[in-house]
């Protein structure tokens, strides 16, 4: 593996304290989230951004159905505006990650944030004068979630100019750390501040955060194509070159199908609000559905903070292999489940395997792919995280009401185990992969 391109990335070696090289970690340090990237000072800048967008976007992904629902008290209209958000971001995630390979993505990164704040503000105009149409709200989230389909491929992606590749991992740790958080602090900060400030201001809250995302990623260093790329444009051919890529390249299209495995055969969220009214019930209703939706996220934090116990590990083939069959396992226990805490435990273990598995998997597609196919990867990347659980919820929906949730759960992590481990005996390129 070729490790020039990080090596000498900008800002790479400008480091601000000692190596962190020169020793191994001692006592509890060994154990927790592995901070080396964070001595570097252009990665620091696009994480300290990444804090402020994972708590913000949860801001808008809390206010926008819950205004929906105020105006239609439909249900089924905050489902159509989650597909309304859907397509763009798939759309726009591969165009983008083509447009990452051919132009600055410090500029482009500027660009969608900047359109991602316009549509925050936009969003607080319509609510604030009480326009209360729902086209309105698809039309500007369809808007944000195409900004955020360009934005996701440049971010990941600038992320191998900036750290060394053996940083990666760690690197990955911090950035995934942070989203998950995120998901747990940004729906209980909106729940905690609609009632205080109202909805209209929760809009502009994030709003006002972004700008604090658009000065961080100001001070970047520019993260122009390298030569091989400054000719190319970005069109279909470029992105149905990326797919050739990936398909020429088996680490990576082994790694994609094992995120295609774990999420879609082993998600299953769908089946949380049923399990919460039957199977656990007696804990109360309300209680169980929010500690099940909880305890995945909770998990993934829990991991991420004690990433120090893998993010070191170079066999990032077995890594995540052993992360995919640990998730499936858990989610089996979770199936066979008959107490809430006992279930709450398995999926917080199986946020905890997510969290290994994303970590080794964007290291991965940082390291294994050339600079200028790194943008296209991170766009089928994001494509399949975004996918991939909406697929699951179909199939769990649809296997839940056939056999029952708790045997549609733990069958499917069950099948997670058994299609993971036979991918890795059957192709052995993600066994033998190692930086």
Known sequence: MDTSESSTAPEAEADDGPSPHGGARRGWRRWAMDTRPLRRPAYRRLWSSTIVTAVGSQLTAVAVPK????????????????????????????????????MDRRRLLLITNSGIAVTSVLFWLQAVSGLDSVGVLMLLLAAQQAFFGLNAPARNASIARLVPAEELAAANALGSTVMQTGLVAGPLLAGALIPVIGLP??????????????????????????????????????????????????????????????????????????????????????????????????????????????????????MVIGAVVAWGAAITGFGLSG????????????????????????????????????????????????????????????????????????????????LMLGLAAALPALRRYRV
Request: glycine letters at 12%.
């Open 67 to 102: 205004q929906i629902y105020d105006i239609t008290g439909s249900s089924a209209w905050v489902g159509y505006a989650s597909l309304a958000g859907l397509v763009p971001m798939v759309l726009f995630a591969l165009w983008g990650g083509a447009v990452a390979d051919t």
């Open 201 to 318: 201001e929760l809009y502009l809250v994030d709003a006002v955060a972004l700008c604090v995302t658009l000065w961080a990623v100001v001070r970047l260093p520019a993260l122009p194509p390298l030569a091989a790329a400054t000719a190319r444009r970005a069109g279909v051919r470029e992105i149905a070159e990326g797919f050739r890529y990936i398909a020429r390249h088996k680490v990576l299209l082994l790694s994609f199908l094992a995120d295609i495995i774990a999420m879609v055969f082993g998600m299953p969220r769908a089946l949380f609000p049923q399990l919460a009214a039957e199977t656990y019930a007696s804990s109360g209703e309300g209680l169980a559905l929010g500690l099940l939706f909880a305890a995945i996220p909770i998990g993934a934090v829990l991991g991420g903070l004690f990433s120090g116990t893998f993010s070191r590990a170079r066999r990032h083939g077995w």
């Open 339 to 418: 107490s809430l805490w006992l279930a709450v435990v398995f999926l917080a273990a199986a946020g905890i395997a997510d969290m290994v598995s994303m970590v080794f998997r964007g290291a991965i597609l940082l390291s294994a792919a050339n600079d200028e196919m790194r943008g296209r990867m991170q766009g089928v990347f994001t494509v399949v995280v975004a996918g991939g659980p909406r697929l699951a919820d179909v199939l769990h929906g649809t296997a839940g009401a056939a056999f029952g949730p708790r045997a549609a759960v733990a069958g499917g992590g069950l099948l997670v185990v058994t």
